[in-house]
């Protein structure tokens, strides 16, 4: 009697309608509330997709001009610091989102986004024989066009993006006011520079008059210094 009740045990069907009796690797998804095993949490995440980094094109610095740290016996730049260097889009927002606009920056501060390994100076070897193309903007009002020239630099949105060394935005009191600067390598490139002024010009959507002003006549000639071009 037990071998038989053995042997009806032994040749007994599955019963397939019982959920728990199927096969854990028959691809059906966890019913509510069920818990999973180690490995079938791990399979599960195995398929998980990982977002991929979109790295840019060149890698950027952040420097940072604190007026507290500036000295007036000191030699101009010598206060500048680089805060943080990024190579993709994703370091850029964690950054961006996370420092002042320029409308909550101290006055007399000036922050700078340059290309990885040229310092915001006039000395550098990149900026000697460049200049600037400047923008005036009332106390405040900066912040929007801060953002755009920023994305349309890194995102190498100008013809003449090789030109461009990177961006300051420089905060006054006397006139109150915020200025944005586009630093260019060759001031004697007339095309280049011209192209640069106007499509900045259109990305902001700035309709004042934009001026040009090589980084020579600046030492030279300090605000006496007349601009090269002009649009």
């Known amino acids: 009697m037990v071998k038989e009740v053995e042997r009806s045990s032994a040749t007994e069907e599955p019963n397939n309608n019982n959920p728990r ?35 840019l094109e060149h890698s950027w610095t952040f420097w940072f001009d604190n007026p507290s740290a500036k000295n007036k016996q000191a030699a101009w730049g010598s206060s500048i610091r680089p805060v943080y260097t990024f190579s ?5 927002w964690g950054l961006y989102n996370n420092i002042h606009r320029p409308s909550k920056l101290p006055a007399g501060a000036d922050l700078h986004c340059f290309k990885n ?25 900066s912040d929007t066009c801060w953002l755009y020239t920023l994305l349309a630099m890194i ?13 300051v935005v420089n905060v006054r009191t006397r006139p109150p006011q915020e200025r944005i600067a586009l630093w260019t390598k060759n001031a004697a490139n007339e095309v280049a520079q011209v192209s640069i002024g106007r499509q900045w010009k259109e990305f902001l959507d700035y309709t004042d008059n934009l001026g040009f002003i090589v980084h020579d006549d600046a030492k030279k000639l300090d605000r006496a210094a007349k601009n090269r071009y002009t649009i």
Request: one cysteine or more; aromatic letters at 6%; proline letters at 8%.
């Open 88 to 92: 993709t889009i994703e370091q850029f």
């Open 155 to 167: 995102g190498e949105q100008f013809d003449h993006g090789d030109e461009i060394c990177g961006a």
């Open 21 to 55: 009796a199927q096969s854990p690797d028959d691809g059906e998804e966890p019913e509510e509330g069920e818990i999973l095993t180690d490995d079938e949490s791990r399979t599960n995440q195995s398929t998980a997709v990982i977002a991929e980094p979109h790295p």
């Open 117 to 141: 390994n040229i310092e915001p100076k006039w000395e550098d070897p990149v900026c000697a024989n460049g200049g600037k193309w400047t923008m005036s903007f009332s106390r405040g009002k």
